[in-house]
DNA sequence: CGAGATTTTGAAAAATTTCAACATTCGTGG
DNA sequence: CCACGAATGTTGAAATTTTTCAAAATCTCG
């Protein structure tokens, strides 16, 4: 399986709000359902559209020659992401689980550059917050930040989902799968957190894990 | 010594490119001369402007709780920073050494977000960049990229000069400054590098350090 | 030239990775 | 509905890398 047209009547694109829900439908965009593992753009390929998720996430991310992966991003219900200086696609962006994402050509739509400065800006945030993650030396206070984003950028108050694999998170936090792992179990020997499974998360101390991660 | 007015005729702020140098002084904006370790703004302030490199180099950085350093950019001759989100700096800027920086007021040109959809772009890209380069495990890989992309950006064919301390090259790189300088004195031994005072550098082989870096 | 700051180097300690084995989860089909 | 198998995740132990702490060397600037 890879691609759905869906009914659609989710709302326009460029009214949406990164972590919102669109309001508007008088200029709906088409929405393709992505599968597990789909690609949404590939490295080299000529970028023209911005992307929103509609629900499920996605991962952004570049190979390395030696086969490593770096992911560069996640993206979550609500965000829009496939933003390019140079009109070409620098990383790979798949669906992660069955994803929906709202496309928007960009040439039907000069007109709205101002509309996506702050967007771009939105993007600009989200990579500056990252680099301070990775810049961490401790494991532990990257898997701290991790949780707290993805817990905050859900708006959850206390049990919820991760959409990634404990290699996704290894890859974009530039660990070993071993050592997130680690980190996990610790954090909950510890009573920081509690794990459902092998995705539910629930973050028993805020404050502690707030403080790990500084 | 804190800030000179300088005479400026270095030409237009919305006119001019990364990397380039300004061509068009119909605009021109206020240029100030900072001296080393100038604070340029802080983190807090309010944020109403951009701000482009005439000479010199700054870093962009926040603080810790616990008082470490991550240095989330350094900027060079030509190129522009200080985008915001919200409004507000959410990082410190300061310049490195002696620095020259043409200031653009926001409010005052409000008509030109279709000029500055590239520059927030390109600041995307530079931090996606290092990002990619903070996600390397090996620090050897990590400081190789830090010296390419420091040669590229100021288009050197061999000799340069880090306008950084390898204190803030360890704060950007995540790094602790023993490592960073270890890498720097295996580098040399093995003839990739040659070293010419603390901050002259001289890559030997471009090809090697590329491979390093991936 | 000399003093302070910066950088380099060494050795031990700590953290992470690697390699290997085991456990758990999830989907599928009987 | 349970069992099976593949995929994913966890745990252990050794090897490697990086950090930490300490001291020596080098550089810069007055």
Redesign the interface.
Same mark, same amino acid.
């Given at each position: 399986m890879t691609v759905h047209p869906l009914p659609a009547d989710f709302g326009a694109f460029p009214f949406a709000l990164p972590g919102g829900h669109p309001a508007d439908s008088r200029h709906a965009q088409p929405v393709t359902c992505h599968a597990a593992g789909n690609e949404i753009y590939a490295q080299g390929e000529k970028a023209g559209c911005l992307y929103q998720v509609e629900f499920g996430a996605v991962r952004v991310y &570049?190979l390395?020659? #030696?086969g490593r992966r770096?992911i560069?991003a996640f993206h979550l219900a609500g965000e829009v992401f496939g933003?390019?200086?140079d009109g070409t696609h620098?990383?790979f962006a798949e669906a992660i689980g069955a994803t929906g994402i709202r496309t928007l050509r960009l040439q039907a739509a000069a007109d709205l550059?101002?509309a996506?400065?702050?967007l771009?800006?939105?993007?600009?945030?989200r990579?500056?917050e990252?680099?301070?993650v990775?810049? &961490?030396?401790q494991a532990a206070e990257r898997v701290a930040a991790f949780l707290l984003d993805m817990a905050e950028r859900q708006g959850v108050l206390e049990r919820f989902d991760l959409p990634m694999s404990r290699t996704d998170i290894a #890859?974009y936090l530039?660990?070993?799968i071993e050592t997130v792992s680690r980190v996990f179990s610790k954090l909950r020997e510890k009573g920081i957190i509690r794990l459902h499974g092998l995705r539910g998360v629930e973050i028993a101390r805020w404050q502690t894990l707030r403080d790990m991660s500084?």
């Open positions: &570049r390395l020659s #030696d770096q560069s933003f390019e200086a620098h990383f550059s101002h996506l400065l702050p771009a800006l939105q993007s600009l945030v990579a500056q990252h680099l301070l990775l810049g &961490r030396q #890859d530039g660990l070993t500084e």
